[in-house]
């Protein structure tokens, strides 16, 4: 059973009341992943590119510590976004382009693989899997890691338990990171949404026979990470 689709009025009464609990404490489940995403790069890396890159919120950190920071956004309304608001960063670049367009642009320009690291968040379940692994491995530099925060969906009984405790445990994380109630929210630009095709345990299954030592770990706010080093 998925409780995320189930028809089950138990839950769907529950998953009410959560909503407006989470809707007054809400929190970023993606931005909440940065400081992973930045613990993680590699020592000396000067060179990133941030797949999927929105309206640019990791850019931005990125850009803080990192020489050339380079966003790829396949959407034009949020390449717009993220372009003008990092548009007064030295060392950023944002085009509009999905992964692969990127991939074939640098090989034919002779400069793939030169990345220091890769970054995907909530970007991955918009894409072929094995296809983009394989491209994110391609530019990548000997010594480089790919580090990824991605959602899946649910299809064992670890999967539903884990899922379970993310409904459970995500009004509370955001009381603790907004415990001031939402009266009255501003709406933003839409940010394109699409549901994993994928589970944790498929993910795996296929990093792991492209990206040979990957590790994989089940995270809070519904997301899992993925980070890999490219070997030297």
């Not at 790829?72 to 960063?89: G, N, S, T």
């Not at 994110?136 to 064992?156: F, I």
Request: charged fraction near 25%.
């Amino acid at each position: 059973m998925d409780i995320r689709t189930t028809p089950n009025p138990v839950i769907r009464r529950a998953e009410r009341v959560l909503h407006r609990l989470n809707a007054r404490h809400p929190w970023d489940h993606n931005g909440h992943f940065h400081r992973w995403m930045l613990r993680s790069l590699p020592p000396g890396a000067a060179r990133v590119l941030d797949v999927g890159c929105g309206r640019g919120d990791l850019v931005r950190a990125l850009a803080g510590r990192i020489a050339q920071v380079d966003g790829i956004e396949p959407d034009p309304q949020m390449a717009l976004v993220a372009a003008e608001r990092c548009r007064d960063l030295d060392g950023v670049t944002i085009r509009r382009r999905g992964l692969g367009a990127h991939a074939e642009m640098l090989r034919a320009e002779g400069t793939g693989g030169h990345y220091d690291a890769l970054t995907m968040i909530a970007s991955l379940h918009h894409m072929e899997l094995e296809p983009a692994l394989g491209q994110a491995r391609d530019l990548l530099r000997p010594g480089g890691r790919l580090l990824v925060v991605t959602l899946t969906v649910p299809r064992t009984r670890l999967d539903l338990l884990w899922d379970i405790g993310n409904v459970l445990s995500n009004p509370l994380i955001g009381l603790v990171k907004h415990p001031r109630p939402v009266r009255d929210s501003v709406p933003g630009p839409s940010i394109p949404v699409r549901d994993p095709a994928w589970s944790y345990g498929e993910l795996r299954e296929r990093a792991r026979e492209i990206l040979p030592g990957a590790v994989l770990h089940r995270r809070e706010g519904f997301r899992s990470t993925l980070r890999w080093q490219k070997p030297i």
